[in-house]
Structure formats: C-alpha cells, structure tokens
C-alpha cells in the first residue's frame, strides 16, 4: 500500500446507503435478484469470504466497500459478477484505489496475442475459473476489504463480511494476478517449456489463446497447461478447438458450452472480445444488429452499452461505424502500417517473447489485399 491503513476509516453508513440503493434496483428484475444472491453466498460457501465480527482495528484499517453487479445474459457461465467499487470515496474523501499501488501492467500486447493465435493450424482458447478469487488476501488486509449484505431482506440489519481473496474493483488485482502466475509458471520452464512459454506470453487477463500445428502437439499442450496450472488451484475450462478430434481429446466438463461444429453461425465463441466462428476457422465482426438481442428495450443506456462494446478493440474495426466508402479509401486497410514496406532487417520485432511476427503480418496484408469490394457485406473475416 503506497498510504498507511490508518488513513481509512470506517464507513458503515455509506456502505449500507449504497446496499439500499442497489437493493431496490434489483427489486424491479426478479431473475437478477436471485443472480446476485447465488453470487455473494457462493463467496462464503467457496471460501472466499467469510462473515467478520464488527471491532474496530485499532489502527483505523476498516473499510466497507460498496458493491454492484456486472450481468452478461449472453454468457453460458457467470452470468453475474460482483465489483466491489473501491473508488468509491467516503466521507474522509479518501478511497482504497487511492492508497494502493496498483503495480506495472505485465498482460502482454492484445494484437500480439491475437496475431500469434491466428499462426496455428489449430486453435484453442480456455480461461482461468475465477482466477483472482484463487489468490489470497494477506490477513492485514483482509479487513479493508469488507462488504455488508443480507440477501435482500430489508427488514434485517446488513451482515457484515470480509473477503478473504482478491476483489474485482481493487486497482492493484491485474498485476497482483499476473505476478502470482507469472512466478509459479516460472517453476516449469524447463520441465515443460512449450506450455509455459504459452502461459507466459499468450495470457490475457484471465483468457488463453494457443495452437500447435497437429491435433498431437495441441492436446499434449493442453493437457501440460492444465497440469501447471492446476497445480496453483487455477482450473483452465472452457476449452473450445476449431479442431473435433482436439475436443474429442478434452473432458467434456472442460469444454466450453457452445458444441463444437454444432455451434450456430450467429453466435460464435469470443476470443478476447472477438467472435471465433470455429466452423469457418474466422474472426467473424458481428454488426451492431446481430448483436441487439430480441428483448433490449432499445433505451439510451442499452444503445451506448451497445456502442462501448466495440470502440476500444483494435481487432473489432469493421464494428466501428466505417463504411464500405471508408475502407476502400483507407491505404492503412490496403497495405498495412509503412513499416511493411521496409527490408526485412528493418522491420520492427516483438519484443514480448522474442517471435517475428512478419511472417502473420504480410499473411493478413494479403488476404486484405486480395478482399474484394462485395466482400464487405459479409461479417466473416479470416484472418489466418
């Protein structure tokens, strides 16, 4: 912490202010109220939380976050994910976030990750089940990281709880996450380098994008990734393969839920916030009407929930509101950044993991090169 704990203070009443504010948003959903309630009482049953007696530290280190949920109907698992918003000031005007260090950025570069993924003949994306709640709070700690809640039962006083592990909202988790992995998959770069090396240069966040060249290479890489990750209590699921006999090779309650081959051309899987059609083996850039479900009660939030969901990927550029006219002007759409152009020796090299990305690079200025104009009314896009 860059501030002593002595600089926080309890704030009981503006915690419960925020619990009753957010208790009767969700009486007007029934389905999310009983999302909200599963997730908070799954802490206490996992043990990432417990319930705390209400003493006063004596150094003043007490801090009540309010809490909030993320809902994604469109997610086949964790449909509700709980933020503790520890931005949120007191009445001192201090917060959390503002008395932690949140540490040096160690993901690596998203277009990397996704140009390295789009190298293998076969692909698979997994990720991390609640990987921060796998991660210990030092007992320090623990009690500036507490919530009040009583399952909506507004008649009773709010229970009070402490989490036991890393919260999603507290500024400092990224990096405390990946330096936790990074320095157990550090164990194993000898005894299984290929893996490790994938765990370490190809994680985003808590999202795996990897390959091999044969359907062999990919299942023993992904049954060493599992090996050493499970080894830290960090369970790789959601498997997904654009290859059968990859996923014929993978236990089923590892398999993400979407079936391979079977999986409907309107709802691809999502390979870091881009949609992997594993049919056709392609990105596919799902246009703002495909992605308006049936029930959105078209309002001003929904339209800009909607929009905020493309603007900030880099790989998602036909999402972002340019036209055919737009694309067919753009010489950076054509030929790629100057550096393309250059001798070979004069071209830039990643410098994540040591690999020359060239080679993917004039792979993806020749497929956009040879696009024709029709082809822009297709959402498909292969990339590899």
């Not at 009753?20 to 007007?28: N, Y």
């Not at 959903?29 to 909200?36: F, G, I, L, M, S």
């Not at 890393?166 to 990074?182: E, I, S």
């Not at 881009?274 to 009407?289: A, H, Q, Y």
Request: a neutral charge.
């Amino acid at each position: 912490m860059k501030r002593g704990p002595s600089m926080l203070e309890k704030n009981y009443a503006q915690a419960v202010t925020r619990l009753e504010s957010i208790e009767r948003k969700l009486k007007r959903d029934p389905e999310k109220v009983e999302a909200y309630i599963t997730a908070i009482n799954q802490y206490v049953e996992k043990g990432f939380g417990e319930k705390a007696v209400d003493v006063t530290s004596g150094d003043g280190s007490v801090r009540h976050l309010p809490h909030h949920a993320v809902f994604h109907a469109d997610r086949p698992t964790t449909k509700c994910r709980i933020v503790f918003e520890a931005s949120a000031r007191g009445q001192d005007g201090v917060f959390l976030n503002e008395c932690i260090l949140p540490g040096p950025a160690l993901q690596p570069n998203l277009a990397s990750v996704l140009i390295r993924f789009r190298t293998h003949r076969v692909g698979m994306i997994t990720d991390v089940e609640k990987m921060y709640l796998q991660i210990n709070l030092t007992r320090k700690h623990q009690d500036v990281h507490r919530c009040r809640w009583r399952d909506l039962k507004t008649e009773v006083a709010p229970k009070l709880y402490r989490m036991l592990r890393l919260t999603l909202g507290v500024n400092a988790c990224p990096f405390l996450a990946f330096a936790t992995v990074n320095a157990h998959v550090n164990k194993y770069v000898e005894t299984f380098p290929d893996a490790a090396g994938e765990i370490l240069h190809n994680m985003y966040v808590d999202d795996f994008l990897t390959g091999a060249d044969t359907d062999n290479s990919a299942l023993k890489l992904q049954q060493e990734m599992s090996d050493i990750m499970m080894a830290a209590a960090f369970n790789l699921k959601n498997w997904a393969s654009n290859s059968k006999l990859v996923m014929d090779g993978i236990d089923t309650d590892k398999r993400a839920t979407s079936l391979l081959l079977e999986c409907d051309s309107r709802q691809p899987l999502k390979a870091l916030g881009v949609s992997w059609d594993l049919n056709s083996d392609c990105f596919r850039f799902i246009t703002p009407s495909e992605s308006v479900f049936s029930h959105d009660p078209m309002t001003k939030r929904s339209l800009l929930s909607l929009a905020s969901r493309t603007k900030d990927n880099p790989a998602e550029l036909l999402t972002r509101g340019l036209t055919c006219d737009n694309l067919t002007s753009s010489r950076l759409w054509w030929n790629g950044p100057q550096w393309l152009s250059l001798p070979l020796e004069y071209q830039p090299i990643h410098q994540g993991s040591g690999d020359i990305l060239l080679e993917a690079c004039e792979e993806e200025r020749r497929v956009t090169q040879d696009s024709s104009e029709s082809r822009f009314s297709h959402a498909d896009l292969p990339l590899g």
